[in-house]
């Protein structure tokens, strides 16, 4: 979320609206000190960030929804099944080239070194650069 909003905010689209949200019910999480490092280094303070559940309003309202895992995106779609035409994996969003599914989620590094944390950063990046620009 944070990070998005960044990039948002550098290209001049800082009007659209952007949220997070996670699929296990457990809310008011805070972020991990490896998610506040890395983040950090990217000029994004998420320190305060608290987790949130997503429910079923959420993805209703919601015009698109970006996810990592292939699991993340079935679970929306089991919760509001109609959710399938705005629901992406976000290295499937836009991108016709990459069609391979096992290569088109991003691992959540959470519980794992430093390292994967940075690795996964730079995924993201990468695709949320590619995504600012469709929008």
């Keep these: 979320e944070g990070l998005l909003r960044k990039y948002l905010k550098d290209a001049g689209k800082d009007n659209i ?23 950090k280094k990217e000029g994004v303070d998420v320190s305060e960030y608290k987790s949130r559940y997503l429910t079923a309003e959420m993805i209703r309202k919601a015009d698109l929804i970006l996810v990592m895992e292939s699991f993340h995106k079935n679970e929306v779609l089991n919760r509001v099944p109609e959710a399938s035409g705005k629901t992406f994996l976000l290295k499937e969003f836009g991108n016709a080239a990459e ?25 993201i990046k990468n695709e949320i650069e590619r995504i600012v620009n469709l929008l």
């Design 17 to 39: 609206e952007v949220h997070s949200a996670g699929i296990m019910p457990v809310g008011g999480m805070a972020p991990t000190s490896e998610t506040i490092e890395v983040m």
């Design 99 to 123: 069609q391979n599914p096992l290569r088109l989620g991003v691992k959540d590094p959470i519980g794992k070194p430093i390292e994967d944390y940075r690795h996964a950063l730079v995924t």
